[in-house]
């Protein structure tokens, strides 16, 4: 069994900073990449950064020079650091992992979201 718990949302007005973090536990052989996608109110999942298991990272055209991601390879942990937030940033933040639970196993496995919101 697999699970991932975030941590770190709340309530920010725009302009301040979050940081929200992610830690895998349960059986795991490895993890590839983490990530973390967000949904606001009425709209679709979407990507938000995601990292590989050796350091390279992506992120959406929108948070790009305003979010970091990073990993604790060590703590399976991956952390989103969010900082000039915005309200269009509202939304429910959900971490993303690739996982193997043996050699020949791998799957994506799902946060149970934290909340963001950010007032004007």
């Given at each position: 069994q697999v699970q991932l718990v975030e941590s770190g949302g709340g309530l920010v007005q725009?302009?301040?900073?979050?940081?929200?973090?992610?830690a895998a536990s349960g059986s795991i052989f490895s993890i590839n990449a983490m990530g973390w996608y967000r949904q606001a109110p009425g709209k679709q999942r979407e990507l938000v950064a995601t990292i590989t298991s050796s350091g390279s990272t992506r992120y959406d055209d929108s948070v790009k020079g305003r979010f970091t991601i990073?990993?604790?390879?060590?703590?399976?942990?991956?952390?989103?650091?969010?900082?000039?937030?915005?309200?269009?940033?509202?939304?429910?933040?959900?971490?993303?992992?690739?996982?193997?639970?043996?050699?020949?196993?791998?799957r994506n496995y799902w946060g149970q979201g934290t909340q963001v919101t950010v007032s004007s």
């Open positions: 725009a302009g301040g900073s979050l940081r929200l973090s992610c990073s990993r604790d390879n060590g703590k399976s942990t991956v952390l989103l650091q969010m900082n000039s937030l915005k309200p269009e940033d509202t939304g429910v933040y959900y971490c993303n992992a690739r996982i193997r639970t043996t050699v020949s196993v791998e």
